[in-house]
T-cell receptor, first 111, second 115 residues
Framework: GQNIDQPTEMTATEGAIVQINCTYQ??????LFWYQQHAGEAPTFLSY????GLEEKGRFSSFLSRSKGYSYLLLKELQMKDSASYLC????????????FGKGTSLLVTP | GAGVSQSPRYKVAKRGQDVALRCDPI?????LFWYQQALGQGPEFLTY????????KSGLPSDRFFAERPEGSVSTLKIQRTQQEDSAVYLC?????????????FGQGTRLTVV
């Protein structure tokens, strides 16, 4: 099985930087994903890490340490539209690469 | 359409009623997944199809839940004798299934409310 933990809520100011952490315990690891989900909408893909290190994609970066079972999502130059839930998900070794999600971190960006 | 389409968007069912939720995946996507998302929670895996074959149904919460994908494209999730605890958003996702790094594309979900 897999246990995935991330903070429930975070608040940050427009223009700032925020880091959302995710820790996981898994019996089989085949990659870690971050998704963004606005209220009432579909989760949308943000990033994928399978090797240790940092993946940068515009204002968003994601980091992975497999030995520590740890990842973070870094959001820079925060905008109001970044207010959303951020889902950390681990892909196992079976079930057709089904994703196992954490409970999500609700980020509120304030003016 | 270009994305994953689910219908209906909203469904209100009386307790004990049967419901059917539809998912139209992205054309050509081999893998199809159903998830259940309770309010304020992350999506929970229900079941997985590769083409028409249901390869994993370990996440289905009870034998009242049944899913099918008879022709390897459209899928239906059926819930029999709905209970209040079935109230949730049901998300469908599809992917090409080409590798571990392949992202899954999600539909907007069906919000089921059992009253």
């Amino acid at each position: 099985g897999q246990n995935i933990d991330q903070p429930t809520e975070m608040t940050a100011t427009e223009g700032a930087i925020v880091q959302i952490n995710c820790t996981y315990q898994t019996s089989g690891f085949n990659g870690l994903f971050w998704y963004q989900q606005h209220a009432g909408e579909a989760p949308t893909f943000l990033s994928y890490n399978v090797l240790d290190g940092l993946e940068e994609k515009g204002r968003f970066s994601s980091f992975l340490s497999r030995s520590k079972g740890y990842s973070y999502l870094l959001l820079k130059e925060l905008q109001m539209k970044d207010s959303a839930s951020y889902l950390c998900a681990v892909r196992g070794l079976n079930s057709g690469y089904a994703l196992n999600f954490g409970k999500g971190t609700s980020l509120l960006v304030t003016p | 359409g270009a994305g994953v389409s689910q219908s209906p968007r909203y469904k209100v069912a009386k307790r004990g009623q049967d419901v059917a939720l539809r998912c139209d995946p992205i054309s050509g996507h081999v893998s199809l997944f159903w998830y259940q998302q309770a309010l304020g929670q992350g999506p929970e895996f229900l079941t997985y199809f590769q083409n028409e074959a249901q390869l994993d149904k370990s996440g289905l919460p009870s034998d009242r839940f049944f899913a099918e994908r008879p022709e390897g494209s459209v899928s239906t999730l059926k819930i029999q004798r709905t209970q209040q605890e079935d109230s949730a958003v049901y998300l469908c996702a599809s992917s090409t299934g080409q590798g571990a790094g392949t992202e899954a594309f999600f539909g907007q979900g069906t919000r089921l409310t059992v009253v």
